[in-house]
């Protein structure tokens, strides 16, 4: 397995730059979203310009999303250099993760309500799907923290270790 690590590295590091790339471009769409949006010389309706505010705001959202991951990905797979495995390290690596995703939903469940006041009623129930679903993944969420923090008390050294390991991530 020692041998396939350099590997896997490689296939993280590139993992995690695909990500960080796309979070760029997310961003400089975003940016030019709001800027088109402002539309200084326009004369489009606030409600349009509100509508495509919202819009960059949500792929601001989404680039978060995907910066957090590639971040997510060096921190725990390249420099901690160790595998997921104990009950406080999984906990914190998918509340990270989760975070960000439940964040993201409910942003984007927002610019799906007020694109579908606008543009299409009809779509309103697709826009609330979403937030039921964000709802019910931070509800998951916070079930799994409760029911992880009990299996964390039976492994004290597992927190204490990865305690350690932040000091070592966040020195580098």
Same mark, same amino acid.
């Given at each position: ?38 539309? @200084?010389?326009?004369?489009? $309706?606030?409600?349009?310009? /509100? +509508?495509?505010?919202?819009? &960059?705001?949500? !792929? %601001?959202?989404? =680039? ?52 579908? @006041?606008?543009?299409?009623? $009809?779509?309103?129930?697709? /826009? +609330?799907?979403?937030?039921? &679903?964000?709802? !019910? %993944?931070?509800? =998951? ?32």
């Amino acid at each position: 397995m020692r041998v396939l690590t350099p590997l896997f590295n490689v296939i993280y590091g590139t993992i995690a730059a695909v990500f960080f790339i796309a979070s760029v471009t997310m961003v400089a769409m975003a940016v030019w979203q709001l800027w088109d949006a402002i539309g @200084l010389g326009s004369n489009r $309706a606030i409600v349009l310009r /509100a +509508a495509g505010a919202i819009e &960059g705001i949500g !792929l %601001l959202a989404v =680039a978060l999303m995907a910066l957090e991951i590639s971040q997510t990905v060096i921190e725990e797979e390249i420099l901690r250099r160790v595998h997921v495995s104990a009950p406080t390290r999984v906990r914190r690596y998918i509340s990270r993760f989760l975070v960000v995703v439940v964040v993201a939903l409910s942003i984007e469940s927002l610019v799906g309500v007020v694109q579908s @006041l606008h543009e299409d009623p $009809a779509h309103l129930p697709h /826009a +609330a799907a979403v937030s039921v &679903g964000a709802a !019910l %993944l931070l509800a =998951a969420w916070g079930l799994f923290v409760k029911l992880n923090r009990s299996v964390e008390e039976l492994e004290p050294e597992g927190v204490e270790e990865a305690r350690r390991e932040d000091s070592k991530v966040s020195e580098q």
